[in-house]
């Protein structure tokens, strides 16, 4: 939560594409979540310098990961989030290179038994035909791996092969604004948007 009390939602998204089907559902959720007060924070993993883990694993004896690149920022404000959102593109039947390399880097945390306080997890997958199940189980086990006790995980899988092609779905932008709202309510605010807000 900030500093106001308000509730903040992170959501990591793993298409290169910045106007990709991904990021169209996850803007979707944002706005949504936006209208019920919440404060968003979008992390587009293409546009950040994240290399992919070592594994010497030997985190827990250091005071900062060995990797000077932006994944700490990146971790950050995850780890600080109330509510998490990921997101990724469908590439070979599962995660994008981008998620599974910044899933990798959760290690850091992992290895010192630090945990997401996060209170509602949604997890989006989009693919052209194939992989929703395969993607949204990968994403899965990181929040397992990643969090104690139960948290409620949301899903939504979304078929959108080209270009433009989430843009023209209308029922698989209202999934993404009842995923939003599931996770709203997961959060404890109330099931509808406030009127009049954003
Ligand atoms: C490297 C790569 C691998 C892909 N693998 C699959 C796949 O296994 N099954 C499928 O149906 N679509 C596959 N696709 C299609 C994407 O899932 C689809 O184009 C999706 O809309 C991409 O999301 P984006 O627009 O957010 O990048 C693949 C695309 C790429 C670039």
């Known amino acids: 939560m900030s500093a106001g009390g308000v509730l903040r939602a992170v959501a990591v998204v793993g298409s290169p594409r910045l106007n990709g089907n991904t990021v169209r559902v996850v803007d979707e959720v944002l706005a949504e979540l936006g209208r019920r007060a919440v404060e968003c924070d979008k992390i587009m993993l293409g ?72 209170r509602a997890v949604g997890l989006i997958a989009v693919t052209k035909v194939t992989g929703i199940e395969e993607t949204l189980a990968t994403m899965r086990r990181y929040v397992t791996l990643s ?18 092609d989430a843009a023209a779905q209308p029922e698989l932008l209202a999934a993404a604004r009842g995923l939003a709202a599931d996770l709203a309510g997961a959060l404890g605010l109330s099931a509808a948007a406030i009127p009049g807000s954003q």
């Open 47 to 118: 546009e950040q310098r994240i290399a992919p883990c070592r594994g010497h694993v030997t985190c827990k004896g250091l005071d900062a990961c060995l990797l000077d690149d932006d994944a700490a920022a990146v971790l950050d404000r995850v780890y600080r989030a109330d509510c998490l959102i990921l997101a990724s593109p469908v590439y070979y039947e599962d995660v994008s290179a981008q998620m599974k390399t910044f899933i990798d880097r959760n290690a850091y945390y992992f290895y010192r038994d630090a945990w997401l306080r996060a």
């Open 147 to 164: 969090t104690t006790g139960e948290v409620p995980v949301f899903t939504l899988g979304g078929y959108a092969g080209d270009p433009g």
